[in-house]
């Protein structure tokens, strides 16, 4: 869970999770959030993760 004085946001629309919910990801050991309008993108192959981390 993140700490209340940070903020996390979407690594690939950058929307933070004031504004949409967002979940946490890890990939090759880097963590990092992606809302759910963006998951489906990395799901189906349109946007890479790893140009993103």
């Given amino acids: ?3 209340k004085n940070e903020t996390s946001s979407c690594v690939v629309c ?6 949409i919910p967002v979940i946490s990801i890890t990939y090759k050991y880097n963590r ?4 759910f309008s963006c998951l ?3 799901l189906h192959g349109k946007k890479d ?3 993103y981390i």
């Fill in 1 to 3: 869970m993140s700490n």
């Fill in 14 to 19: 950058t929307s933070s999770e004031e504004e």
């Fill in 32 to 35: 990092t959030w992606v809302c």
């Fill in 40 to 42: 489906p993108q990395l």
């Fill in 49 to 51: 993760i790893n140009d």
